[in-house]
């Protein structure tokens, strides 16, 4: 299975996953809309924080269920511990060392997080 690198932008929180990348998922949420986060669902067992636990900061809003992780240096979002999935992690695919967006362009899924309620059951 393919490892990639990633990290926030000053570098100081790195993370690997190990996965087939075929898809992504943008969601409208005010939160994922803002920080034009594209998701990227990713096994516990498939994620690794290298370095960075020191500047990883949280952030939770309306049912504190979603933990959206970000480098308290650097303000970028690294990854997630999704509402919808609060086992899994969803990596931003954004902060891959060399990924080619490109490659996934055709393959990424709308979900209306504005509308969570309703639409998480579309998920299932």
Known sequence: MPRYLGSCHCGRVRFEIDAV??????????MCAKKGILHFRVRPENFSLLSGDEHLGTYQFGTHVAKHHFCTVCGIHTFTRPRAAPELY??????LDGFDLASIAGTITQFDGRNWEASVGKLK
Not at 21 to 30: H, L, Q
Not at 90 to 95: F, G, K, P
């Open 90 to 95: 969803t990596v931003n695919l954004r902060c």
């Open 21 to 30: 990348i075929d898809r992504a998922t943008e969601c409208n949420c005010s």
